[in-house]
C-alpha cells in the first residue's frame, strides 16, 4: 500500500538535490516529497555508500532515484537503499544524457519496457517501500503514443502504481542533456489522457511547470506535478505548496530560513564546508529586495577558506534591512 502523497513533487537533479538542497526545500515545504539526484545502482553496490546515499533524517518523505538495467543489481542496490531509511525507490527512465546510454539505461529504457519490467519486478520482491517509475513519452522516432503506453502498462503489470512522467520525448543523439529538457515540445494532452485511461494509477506530470498556478492547472488533469528547475531556481515558491496544495498551514519563511540556517550550523559544527551549503540558498529571494547583495555576498564569502555561519547571517541581513525599510 503506497501512503506516500505524489500530489506535489521535487525533481531529481544531478548535482543539484543533493542532501542540503532538499534540507532547504522541507523547511519550506513539509509535505512535497523530495527527490534524490541519480544513484547508479553500480555505484550503490560498490562505491562509498555512506557518501552516496546518506541523508538528513528531516528530509522525509524522501525518495532514492537509481539508474540502472540488471534486474539483480537494481534488486541489490534497493535493498541497501531501503536500509538506509529511503521512502521510496525511483527508476531512471528518463535521463538522455551519454554516459547514461552507454551503460544501458535511462531514458534509452523507453525502448525496453520489458526490460524495465523485470527491473521493477525485482526491486519490488526486494523492498517493502514502493517502488516507482520516473520516464519520458519515448525517444528518437518512437510513437509516443505507443511508447508511453507500453512503458506503463509492462511496469503497472509488474505491480508499479506510480509514473512520473517527463511530458516530451528524448533525442538520444544530437541533442545535449541539457537541450533535451527545453526541446522537443511537451505533450501535456498525452499524459492526460493516459490518466483517463488508467483512472488507477497515479500518474504525476513534469516539464515546464513554472508557477503554482500552472501546477493548479496540471493536478485538474493528474494526480500530482513535479517541478525541476523551477522549485530550485526560486525555491520560496515551496513555502505556499502546504497551504495550497495540502490544506495545510502557510509555512512562515523567516522560521524556514532560520531553520536552515541552524541546520548549517550544525554541518559546520561537525566539519563540513560553507560553500556546499549556501549553493541551494542563491535563489531564495529571487526578484525581492536585496536579493542581489545577498547572492553576491554569499557567491563571493561562502568559498572562502574557513568562511563560516558570519557569512550566511551578513547575507540574509541584506535583506531584511530591506524588508525593514
Ligand atoms: C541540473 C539537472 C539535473 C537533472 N538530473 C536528473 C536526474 O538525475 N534524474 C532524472 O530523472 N532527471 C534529471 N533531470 C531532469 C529533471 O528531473 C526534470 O525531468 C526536467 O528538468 C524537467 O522538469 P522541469 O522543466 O520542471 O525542470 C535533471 C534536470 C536538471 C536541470
Redesign the pocket.
Known amino acids: 500500500m503506497n501512503s506516500l502523497s505524489h500530489r506535489f513533487c521535487v ?7 543533493d542532501s542540503p538542497c532538499r534540507v532547504l526545500h522541507r523547511c519550506l515545504t513539509r509535505q512535497a516529497l523530495l ?4 544513484v547508479t545502482a553500480e555505484a550503490v553496490v560498490h562505491g562509498d555508500r555512506a557518501r552516496l546515499l546518506g541523508f538528513d533524517g528531516r528530509e522525509h518523505p524522501v525518495a532514492l ?1 537509481l ?1 540502472g538495467s540488471d534486474p539483480a543489481r537494481m534488486a541489490q542496490a534497493s535493498r541497501i537503499a531501503a536500509d538506509f531509511g529511503y521512502d521510496e525507490i ?1 527508476l ?4 538522455p544524457s551519454d554516459r547514461v546510454q552507454s551503460g544501458r539505461f ?1 531514458a534509452c529504457l523507453m525502448r525496453e519496457p520489458m526490460l524495465v519490467a523485470e527491473c521493477v519486478a525485482a526491486m519490488r520482491t526486494a523492498v517493502s517501500i514502493p517502488v516507482t517509475v ?1 520516464c519520458r513519452i519515448g525517444v528518437d522516432d518512437q510513437d509516443p503514443e505507443q511508447s508511453l503506453r507500453a512503458l506503463i502498462d509492462a511496469c503497472a503489470a509488474a505491480g508499479v502504481s506510480v509514473f ?1 512522467v ?1 511530458a ?1 520525448k528524448a533525442w538520444l543523439e544530437g541533442l545535449s ?2 537541450e533535451n ?2 526541446v522537443p515540445p511537451l505533450d501535456y494532452e498525452l499524459v492526460y489522457r493516459v490518466k483517463r485511461e488508467r483512472p488507477h494509477l497515479t500518474i504525476l506530470v ?5 508557477t503554482l498556478e500552472q501546477a493548479a492547472d496540471h493536478l485538474r488533469h493528474v494526480d500530482g506535478v ?7 531556481h526560486n525555491p520560496m515558491l515551496l513555502a505556499q505548496v502546504d497551504a495550497r496544495f495540502f490544506g495545510g498551514a502557510p509555512v512562515d519563511v523567516d522560521a524556514a530560513v532560520e531553520a536552515y540556517a541552524e541546520y548549517v550550523a550544525q554541518r559546520l559544527a561537525q566539519g563540513s564546508r560553507l560553500h556546499p551549503l549556501i549553493k541551494p540558498l542563491l535563489g531564495l529571494y529571487h526578484g525581492q529586495p536585496g536579493a542581489r547583495l545577498f547572492r553576491r555576498h554569499l557567491s563571493e564569502q561562502a568559498p572562502r577558506e574557513g568562511a563560516g555561519i558570519a557569512v550566511l547571517r551578513e547575507a540574509l541581513s541584506f535583506v531584511k534591512q530591506r524588508e525593514a525599510a
Not at 527527490?35 to 541519480?38: K, L, S
Open positions: 525533481a531529481p537533479m544531478m548535482d543539484w538535490t527527490y534524490t539526484e541519480m532515484q539508474g525511483n531512471n527512465v528518463g535521463c535511462g520516473k512520473a517527463h516530451r542533456p541539457k529538457r527545453d513534469n516539464g515546464g511547470i513554472e513535479m517541478l525541476g528547475r523551477a522549485a530550485y
